[in-house]
């Protein structure tokens, strides 16, 4: 506060971009969010492994039956063009 117990128009300044910038990152993490996944055939997704990568050892696989990027259900034996192999 000013001396003359006044806020400084930079304090309000300051105040409107830091809800700027709130506003900004909770808007961009809800469209994260709400992003779709690919479909099976944009995934090229196969009910059979390719060689020894499948689903079940994927990084992106979510037990029992789930894809982070594919959508349905996808087989542990499964495989897509996506795969990457969990660490």
């Not at 006044?6 to 993490?29: K, Q």
């Not at 990568?53 to 994927?58: E, K």
Request: hydrophobic share 45%; aromatic share 6%.
């Amino acid at each position: 506060m000013a001396a003359n117990g006044r806020d400084t128009p930079s304090l309000h300044r300051r105040a409107l971009v830091l809800a700027a910038l709130n506003g900004v990152l909770v808007f961009s993490a809800g469209v994260a969010r709400a992003q779709q996944k690919m479909t099976r055939a944009q995934a090229e997704y196969q009910d059979e492994p390719k060689g020894i990568l499948m689903c079940g050892t994927c990084s992106l696989f979510i037990r029992p039956a789930g894809c982070k990027v594919v959508e349905g259900d996808v087989a542990v034996t499964g495989w897509c063009k996506l795969f990457d192999l969990a660490d």
